[in-house]
T-cell receptor
Framework: AQSVTQLGSHVSVSEGALVLLRCNYSSSVPPYLFWYVQYPNQGLQLLLKYTTGATLVKGINGFEAEFKKSETSFHLTKPSAHMSDAAEYFCAVTAPDKLVFGAGTILRVKS | GAGVSQSPSNKVTEKGKDVELRCDPISGHTALYWYRQSLGQGLEFLIYFQGNSAPDKSGLPSDRFSAERTGGSVSTLTIQRTQQEDSAVYLC????????????FGPGTRLTVT
């Protein structure tokens, strides 16, 4: 069965600092992986996805993630945090006709 | 274009009452999903539709929960005899297909059972 583990329920960074949100997955088949962001009282918005091909995936708002099969990881990064990045971030894997989500990581950006 | 819409945005109901939650997917999306988001359980899959059929309803927590989709479009999630543990945000998503296709989420319906 597919599963997702997000390390760190809360991450705090200073504005302008590197953002790193960790995601590890378990899948019995080649995975399709997604990162979603959720702002307060809103639905989920897709940041980026990995299906096949290039393992470094670029998304919206300057975020990117790298699929590492050997490490079963799909960590999300952004070189320079902005105040508007404060939100909850979810990593998800297809299983296969639905999404299985991690528990989420709340990102706090300090000025 | 129009995204996924859900109604109502908020619903407060008394324990034991029935509620209906509605989802309007993006036009042309054949796949439709319901998820539940709660503090203790995170984001949980409830049911998935392909067209009007539900190949996977494995996430429905009890027989008090049911869902239907008509015309390959609008879906309704019905909860009968609501309990306090049903309080959560119910999210609907749609997609052009399953698997590698991204799901587009609506804003959710916040259900509070008193």
């Amino acid at each position: 069965a597919q599963s997702v583990t997000q390390l760190g329920s809360h991450v705090s960074v200073s504005e302008g600092a590197l953002v790193l949100l960790r995601c590890n997955y378990s899948s019995s088949v080649p995975p399709y992986l997604f990162w979603y962001v959720q702002y307060p009282n809103q639905g989920l918005q897709l940041l980026l996805k990995y299906t096949t091909g290039a393992t470094l995936v670029k998304g919206i708002n300057g975020f990117e993630a790298e699929f590492k099969k050997s490490e079963t990881s799909f960590h999300l990064t952004k070189p320079s945090a902005h105040m508007s990045d404060a939100a909850e971030y979810f990593c998800a894997v297809t299983a296969p006709d639905k999404l299985v989500f991690g528990a989420g990581t709340i990102l706090r950006v300090k000025s | 274009g129009a995204g996924v819409s859900q109604s109502p945005s908020n619903k407060v109901t008394e324990k034991g009452k029935d509620v209906e939650l509605r989802c309007d997917p993006i036009s042309g999306h054949t796949a439709l999903y319901w998820y539940r988001q709660s503090l203790g359980q995170g984001l949980e899959f409830l049911i998935y539709f392909q067209g009007n059929s539900a190949p996977d309803k494995s996430g429905l927590p009890s027989d008090r929960f049911s869902a239907e989709r008509t015309g390959g479009s609008v879906s309704t999630l019905t909860i009968q005899r609501t309990q306090q543990e049903d309080s959560a945000v119910y999210l609907c998503a749609s997609s052009v297909g399953q698997g590698r296709h991204e799901q587009y989420f609506g804003p959710g319906t916040r259900l509070t059972v008193t």
